[in-house]
């Protein structure tokens, strides 16, 4: 297996980064994707934020499994995070970030408001490659202030935009996930969040397949006709055969399945998945006890 990883460059100037910018800051909205929050996360950048109030976004909520969304955020409230889910691609969700975010910097915005100070507050929106950051931005300015795109790395420079009493600070996502762990950074390609370029695409194809042949064997039987109990290479085989990707001489074409399937996934056309559990969050620092 191709070891993904990220250079301790990367994380030394995603430090620097993130140092400066919260400084520019009054408060964090550090967006995860829903379907990973923990293979998303990264505690070492959370820790620069300081005293700065941090808003969590569980974004693409709408791709996600709900009922584990909604364990996800009652743990991580109960250990005192602020959480909220979001579909940052549908309107009507920024009726609940705008009040979340309104709440997070409540106490500055009085504290402000006694001195007669009314300068909008400004909140840094964090997060690694294609989460959403850019998108979140836009709905809440009810306007295309922010360049979007379905691939990791659209964003290229900070910017601000002002929107309804925020000053907004878009990022690029050049935050490096924490995770050293294999299983978690796999699950960072399947949904978009490492650029596909220098990616073994079959084996994250493969992996995918086992992941999703023990988590969500339905959805694998539903889109593909995928009995239980195959090899991930067999399973690949069937998506191949149920999609009619075959070069001359009866061959499968694998290279074709591998992104239809990834496409698939990506495009929710599995159904809502989330690939981490209960566990992970612990793990990475998401779910922290109410008293640890
Ligand atoms: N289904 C779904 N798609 C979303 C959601 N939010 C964003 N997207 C899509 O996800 C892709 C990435 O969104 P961006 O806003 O560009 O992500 P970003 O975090 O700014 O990415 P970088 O700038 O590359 O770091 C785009 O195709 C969006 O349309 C969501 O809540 N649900
Ligand atoms: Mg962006």
Request: with cysteine; proline share 5%; charged share 30%.
């Given at each position: 297996?191709?070891v ?8 030394a100037?995603?430090v620097?980064m ?10 964090v ?8 929050p ?19 976004v569980?974004n ?15 743990r991580?409230?109960a ?7 979001l ?7 920024m ?14 915005a009085?504290?402000l408001?006694?001195k ?8 840094m929106?964090?997060g ?8 979140v931005i ?9 360049i ?5 790395g659209?964003t290229?420079g ?11 600070l878009?990022?690029?996502g ?11 950074a796999?699950?960072?390609a ?13 084996e ?8 999703m ?11 593909y006709g ?8 067999e399973?690949?085989?069937?998506v ?7 070069l001359r ?16 996934l990506?495009k ?8 981490d559990?209960?566990?992970e969050?612990k ?10």
């Amino acid at each position: 297996m191709k070891v993904i990883q990220w250079f301790p460059g990367h994380m030394a100037k995603a430090v620097r980064m993130m140092e400066e910018n919260v400084k520019l800051c009054d408060a964090v909205l550090f967006v995860l994707d829903a379907r990973c929050p923990a293979a998303s996360f990264n505690a070492r950048l959370l820790s620069l934020t300081g005293a700065k109030p941090v808003l969590f976004v569980l974004n693409k909520a709408d791709l996600a499994d709900a009922r584990k969304s909604d364990s996800f955020i009652a743990r991580m409230r109960a250990g005192g995070r602020k959480v909220i889910p979001l579909a940052a691609n549908l309107p009507s969700s920024m009726r609940t970030l705008r009040p979340a975010m309104e709440d997070l910097v409540r106490e500055k915005a009085e504290r402000l408001k006694a001195k007669g100070n009314s300068k909008p507050l400004r909140i840094m929106v964090a997060g690694i490659p294609n989460t959403g950051k850019s998108t979140v931005i836009n709905g809440l300015s009810g306007a295309k202030r922010a360049i979007t795109g379905d691939k990791a790395g659209v964003t290229r420079g900070k910017q601000w935009v002002k929107c309804g009493g925020f000053d907004l600070l878009d990022t690029p996502g050049t935050m490096p996930p924490s995770c050293e762990n294999q299983v978690l950074a796999r699950r960072l390609a399947y949904v978009g969040s490492i650029n596909d370029d220098i990616l073994e695409m079959d084996e994250i194809a493969l992996a995918l397949l086992e992941e999703m042949e023990n988590a969500y064997p339905m959805s694998l039987k539903e889109r593909y006709g995928i009995e239980p109990g195959l090899t991930p290479l067999e399973m690949l085989e069937s998506v191949c055969k149920k999609r009619g990707f075959m070069l001359r001489g009866g061959e499968y074409d694998f290279e074709r399945g591998e992104r239809a399937l990834i496409d698939d996934l990506r495009k929710g056309k599995l159904g809502r998945i989330t690939f981490d559990s209960e566990e992970e969050l612990k793990e990475v620092g998401l779910i922290v006890e109410p008293n640890g």
